[in-house]
């Protein structure tokens, strides 16, 4: 017999649509006594499935990991309930299956993980719950900038300030009675000369603790002189705007304070900051590391016998490793090339998405259901509350009271609803594209900036690179590429663990004034 563990797991905002752990659990018992399944452990969580850093599942990790409890399967109904990141969640696949020997299935989404094929089906499951993820995260953000510009602060309050509701109910921060006078004696006493040292130990005397780190942030904050930072975001630039809540300090205060931290910077010698300065034509600085002690490489141009331009990696920490840039520059070039994906796996995962794109519609059409009809409640609870204060039943102020609360309410409900937006279609568009993607990659490499070069590294391959003088350490490659491409070129060596990547010979160095010359 079988010994299996349960896993049901809901998250704050699924439990508000109707979702429960307890249908999870007895659908999951059903399937194990028709299967003749020992079920040895229940995992029941009301975490969201953004990470594994969950505390159940951290338990039940512990126990398995010291073999406190043996377990052949891992059930839960659909694949969302296990991971909602595609990345973390194939990986964690990978590790119970081929590592531990623990088969993870969904009931209600049935995979064979012995057959290649089917783990691009797993893949678009698991994907699926991602890009809602991703979307739903994106409007957050949104809305928050969207706040800022209007001079909100919607994030938790700071130091200083605490949360209220303005007579529409929507949030504002208003000034906090026991610590706004901690703020301004800050700002004053630095403003005086009075160093942060014997401020911090000033307020600490009277019971006020302060750290170093938070005294530095608050004597930064734009925040309390009335000011809000609104970030840069897609082609919008980022900006300053007027706060609608009430100042802590003047701004002539506020910058005479900065005056005198920057004299301080000065005088210890902190004004000069370091930046790392990145090329495109030495586009693999930072992503190098060396193969003799593992500090990351450098990278610089030296001049050959004939007064051409050469680069080279090179290590400043041990002085021991010197690499050619032109030969490493190839090899890598030719790795990305290598990347193919199989037309037959293509139309498989067109299809497969095409399923579960038509089967989530059904999902979000019920969750949109479950959402209005809360609102229609809520609005039949405010016309109810209307009609007794018109009727003289209820009292205006406890009218007042109740509309504030339940708008707060509303509010958030209709947030939700514009979070669930997510169209199939547009799942589809992020999807395809990121496929397109990874099928062009050597050309989309060869055309991003730097910046964008470094993220294309850092996706394909978690760890960076190392150089052994003959050949390259293969890097540990990103189990979602490692699903898609195909069995053939350099990445198929990759897959099956094989310690070379390039089948140039050896980077090292040459003696200057034989290799190609980079324009000056």
Request: contains cysteine; positive net charge.
């Amino acid at each position: 017999m079988e010994k299996v563990t349960l896993m049901c797991r809901v998250s704050s905002d699924e439990q508000a649509l109707g979702y429960s752990l307890d249908d999870q659990f007895e659908r999951l018992t059903q399937h194990c006594h028709r299967m003749g399944y020992e079920v040895v452990h229940v995992i029941k969580e009301d975490h969201s499935a953004k990470t594994f850093n969950r505390p159940e599942w951290k338990k039940w990790r512990e126990l398995v990991t010291k073999g406190k409890l043996e377990t052949d399967k891992l059930l839960v109904l659909t694949w969302d309930r296990f991971s909602r990141n595609l990345s973390e969640g194939l990986s964690m696949v990978d590790q119970l299956y081929y590592d531990e020997g623990i088969t993870p299935e969904a009931v209600d989404q049935p995979i064979d993980l012995d057959i290649p094929e089917q783990r691009i089906i797993l893949a678009v499951y698991l994907a699926t719950p991602d890009v809602e993820n991703r979307k739903r995260s994106n409007s957050v953000r949104r809305g928050i900038r969207q706040g800022l510009s209007q001079g909100r602060w919607p994030r938790k309050p700071l130091f200083g300030y605490k949360s209220a509701t303005d007579e529409l109910g929507k949030h504002i921060i208003v000034p906090d009675p026991e610590t706004a006078p901690v703020v301004q004696e800050i700002f004053q006493e630095v403003a005086r000369g009075v160093s942060q040292k014997e401020i911090r130990e000033s307020l600490q005397e009277r019971g006020i603790k302060v750290s170093r780190n938070n005294m530095s942030k608050i004597l930064k904050r734009l925040l309390y002189m009335g000011k809000i930072i609104v970030p840069a975001r897609e082609k919008e630039p980022m900006k300053i705007v007027q706060g609608i809540h009430e100042p802590l300090v003047s701004e002539s205060l506020f910058y005479e304070v900065q005056q005198k931290l920057n004299l301080n910077l000065k005088a210890r010698g902190k004004n000069q900051p370091k930046y790392k300065k990145l090329r495109n034509d030495l586009h693999l600085r930072g992503v190098l590391n060396c193969s003799n002690c593992g500090d990351t490489l450098t990278a610089s141009f030296s001049r050959g016998k004939l007064g051409k331009r050469y680069g080279y990696y090179h290590c400043n920490g041990c002085k021991g490793e010197r690499i050619s840039a032109t030969k490493v520059h190839e090899a890598f070039n030719e790795l990305l090339e290598s990347v193919t994906i199989d037309p037959a796996m293509r139309e498989l995962y067109d299809a497969i998405l095409e399923e579960m794109l038509n089967a989530s519609k059904g999902d979000d059409k019920r969750q949109r259901t479950a959402l209005n009809k809360q609102l229609d409640a809520i609005n039949e609870r405010l016309e109810r509350s209307q009609d007794l204060m018109l009727d003289g039943k209820l009292d205006p102020d406890e009218y007042v009271s109740i509309k504030t609360r339940y708008k707060t309410q509303e509010d958030e409900l209709k947030s939700q609803l514009r979070a669930l937006t997510t169209n199939s279609k547009q799942i589809a568009v992020y999807l395809q594209s990121g496929l397109n993607l990874l099928s062009n990659i050597a050309e989309t490499y060869e055309n991003a900036a730097i910046q964008i070069k470094h993220k294309i590294v850092g996706s394909i391959f978690p760890e960076k690179f190392y150089f052994d003088g003959n050949k390259c350490r293969t890097p540990k490659l990103n189990s979602i590429v490692g699903l898609l491409i195909s069995d053939s070129g350099d990445f198929a060596d990759i897959k099956k663990g094989l310690s070379s990547l390039f089948t140039t010979q050896s980077p090292s160095a040459e003696r200057e004034g034989f290799e190609p010359s980079v324009p000056g």
